[in-house]
């Protein structure tokens, strides 16, 4: 139990256009979801926090208006990487806290991004 | 603030080998820590976690020790196999309904036959 299901697992995309991940819990409701950023041989960086209903609470140094959170639901959570730049390409990973286990977080698989 | 040290990878063991990650942490309170592993192509999942002072958490064979004096949760198996072939993250939280996770930069273990 406890699954997030992510998609795309990866995507290729022209530098100056828009990727939307999504993140789904198939079998819980994610009040809160975590959005990670991971470079090669870096940690696993948190980007942002979203609440369903609310607007996400971004991180020192991330750009709210690069990276659009929406959590409109408690089984959905999208982040849209909009005019992407090589720069952009990276691993982004989302996350949930699982509420009925206590500590657990539940991860997606991951989405490899890659701007050309 | 708060922060976590692992060590540097890839380790490359053979099978039935004694592993060893180590992992220190910088908290200012008295987090959780955990562990977890990704294998390629998946996604993160939890490894094993301990969440006070010389709690042992363990899975799969893998064990780690909450050591408040040291600031370590080193990550120990006595016997590693080709499957447990992965990235392990070392990770702590602050805890409470609030807290997120804070992880290392991951070590690679490749173990061969």
């Known amino acids: 139990g406890a699954v997030v299901s992510q998609h795309p697992s990866r995507v290729i995309c022209k530098s100056g256009t828009s990727v939307k991940i999504e993140c789904r819990s198939l079998?819980?409701?994610?009040?809160?979801m975590f959005w990670y950023r991971q470079f090669p041989k870096q940690s696993l960086m948190l980007m942002a926090t979203?609440?369903?209903?609310?607007?996400?609470?971004?991180e020192q140094g991330v750009e709210k208006d690069k990276f659009l959170i929406n959590h409109a639901s408690l089984t959905l959570s999208t982040l849209t990487v909009t005019s992407a730049h090589p720069e952009d390409s990276s691993f982004y990973i989302c996350s949930a806290r699982v509420q009925r286990s206590g500590y657990g977080y539940t991860f997606g698989s991951g989405t490899r991004l890659t701007v050309v | 603030g708060n922060s976590v040290t692992q060590m540097e990878g890839p380790v490359t063991l053979s099978e039935e080998a004694f592993l060893t990650i180590n992992c220190t942490y910088t908290a200012t309170g008295y987090p959780s820590l955990f562990w977890y592993v990704q294998y390629p192509g998946e996604g993160l999942q939890l490894l094993l976690k301990a969440t006070k002072a010389d709690d042992k958490g363990s899975n799969k064979g893998f064990e780690a020790t909450y050591r408040k004096e040291t600031t370590s949760f080193h990550l120990e198996k006595g016997s590693v196999q080709v499957s447990d072939s992965a990235v392990y993250f070392c990770a702590l939280s602050e805890g409470g309904s609030q807290g997120n996770l804070i992880f290392g930069k991951g070590t690679k273990l490749s173990v061969k036959p």
């Open positions: 079998d819980f409701q994610a009040t809160t």
């Open positions: 979203s609440n369903e209903g609310s607007k996400a609470t971004y």
